[in-house]
């Protein structure tokens, strides 16, 4: 349901060619040569060399290159009394698409791999409902797990739109399977309960902005609040496929 989306990197030794700002580099270092070999520093290089680029990429003419370089060798050294300080780098990487497309909207792209990401994922997420005995709170792990660096170690982003999606995905599968679990125990409450909570989260803005199967999903809901188990073929195939890892007792498995 998430496209994770990497941004453009560009490699700290690929920003750091020049011997003029290798000895700008050096003499800013508080912590000695290694450290800028450290995946975290290597990092957080990748992000400033983006956000430079950009801007180089607007600008054109020999003043404005050697600014640049002048621009990068300080924030350079930020980065690394920052390091020192324990202030790595946040979530918000302060790129935002310029244009929606199929698959984004314009808004922030989120850093995954930040210790401030979790606690955001949570914050957006919190009024999505799940059923009882669980919560989007509870699923967060689970999320920031699933979109973490691959082996190649390059940073993943995401937007709010998609974080919000893929929970009020999950959300369906866990009500649908709830309400399977309840209507084979007869527990009518607990029926409309769950009928009713599949039709909020269907019918919800955050599912509507990334699902085009939104309405799929309502129907299901109603035939639900009738007490009818049965959904259309396209829905349990659905379900099946992509609902099968959900957590029971309300995976319907």
């Known amino acids: 349901m998430c496209e994770v989306m990497k941004p453009f990197r560009l490699r700290s030794r690929e920003i750091a060619g020049s011997d003029a700002l290798n000895r700008l580099l050096a003499t800013a270092d508080p912590l000695g040569g290694a450290a800028l070999e450290a995946p975290a520093i290597s990092r957080a290089f990748d992000l400033l060399g983006q956000r430079i680029v950009a801007h180089a990429q607007r600008s054109s003419g020999r003043r404005t290159r050697r600014v640049g370089r002048l621009a990068l060798a300080f924030a350079a050294a930020a ?3 920052g390091a020192s300080a324990g202030a790595m780098y946040s979530t918000h990487t302060g790129f935002f698409p310029a244009t929606a497309g199929t698959e984004n909207d314009t808004s922030e792209y989120l850093r995954t791999d930040a210790p401030d990401f979790p606690p955001l994922v949570a914050k957006l997420v919190k009024d999505i409902p799940f059923p009882p005995g669980e919560s989007a709170r509870s699923q967060v792990p689970r999320y920031v ?3 973490q660096p691959g082996p190649d170690g390059i940073p993943n982003t995401v937007q709010a739109a998609g974080i919000k999606g893929t929970f009020s995905f999950w959300a369906v599968c866990a009500w649908r399977g709830y309400w399977l679990h309840v209507h084979r125990a007869g527990d009518s409450a607990r029926q409309a309960l769950a009928a009713d909570r599949l039709s909020q989260v ?10 085009s199967a939104w309405p799929l999903y309502l129907a299901v809901a109603r035939r639900e609040a009738d007490g009818d188990p049965s959904a259309p073929r396209n829905f349990a195939d659905l379900y099946r496929v992509n609902c099968a890892g959900q957590p029971q007792p309300w995976s319907g498995k």
């Open 202 to 211: 269907a019918s919800s803005e955050a599912m509507k902005k990334v699902d």
């Open 145 to 147: 797990a699933q979109v």
């Open 79 to 81: 980065i690394l009394a």
